[in-house]
T-cell receptor, first 114, second 112 residues
């Protein structure tokens, strides 16, 4: 699986959009970009994933560059409850059998401030 | 609601004890995972299982073993607990055609 690079930490004002970048310059054609977050003292939570098109759900939007070497997770109106560590993961689409493992990096600690 | 349940939220064990951490999922998922999480190191994969009785080592399997006798249950075993195994342990499960993994709330293990 391709490796990812994320900033260690970021701040965002409450109510503003939080834009979290992720570099994955060695991504392969069959690898998806996944985002998870971990709020303090809880297990990680899935947010969104995509292959090459931009994706949006009720939690966030995912923007993937045309060359797929980087992506940005957007929380459109950050709240204090969005304070968490955000993980960007790149992995193959087929995850049956022994390909099922998930590898987490160190993530970005997002602090949403009032 | 999907659920991954870890048997204990907090656990204190003595050095040398055999420790069992249990994880149960109710989603009929094939894949299950055990991670440990330490400050500054993020989540590190210990073992995972992609089917009953099947297991594969993750990045840090030393000092641990696992058991998957039934599809819904994945156990992490510390054969002889040591103080450097004091950590937060997280269990997760995932179906083969689903994007998301579901995590338990974690077990904070302290070995004294």
């Amino acid at each position: 699986d391709a490796k990812t690079t994320q900033p260690t930490s970021m701040d965002c004002a409450e109510g503003r959009a939080a834009n979290l970048p992720c570099n994955h310059s060695t991504i392969s054609g069959n690898e998806y970009v996944y985002w998870y977050r971990q709020i303090h003292s809880q297990g990680p939570q899935y947010i969104i994933h995509g292959l090459k098109n931009n994706e949006t759900n009720e939690m966030a939007s995912l923007i993937i560059t045309e060359d797929r070497k980087s992506s940005t997770l957007i929380l459109p109106h950050a709240t204090l409850r969005d304070t968490a560590v955000y993980y960007c993961i790149v992995r193959v689409a087929y995850y049956g059998g022994s390909q099922g493992n998930l590898i987490f990096g160190k993530g970005t600690k997002l602090s949403v401030k009032p | 609601d999907v659920k991954v349940t870890q048997s204990s939220r907090y656990l204190v064990k003595r050095t040398g004890e055999k420790v069992f951490l249990e994880c149960v999922q109710d989603m009929d998922h094939e894949n299950m995972f055990w991670y440990r999480q330490d400050p500054g190191l993020g989540l590190r994969l210990i073992y995972f299982s992609y089917d009953v009785k099947m297991k594969e080592k993750g990045d840090i399997p030393e000092g641990y073993s696992v058991s998957r006798e039934k599809k819904e249950r994945f156990s992490l075993i510390l054969e002889s607990a040591s103080t450097n195994q004091t950590s937060m342990y997280l269990c997760a499960s995932k179906g083969p055609k689903r994007a998301e993994a579901f995590f338990g709330q974690g077990t904070r293990l302290t070995v004294v």
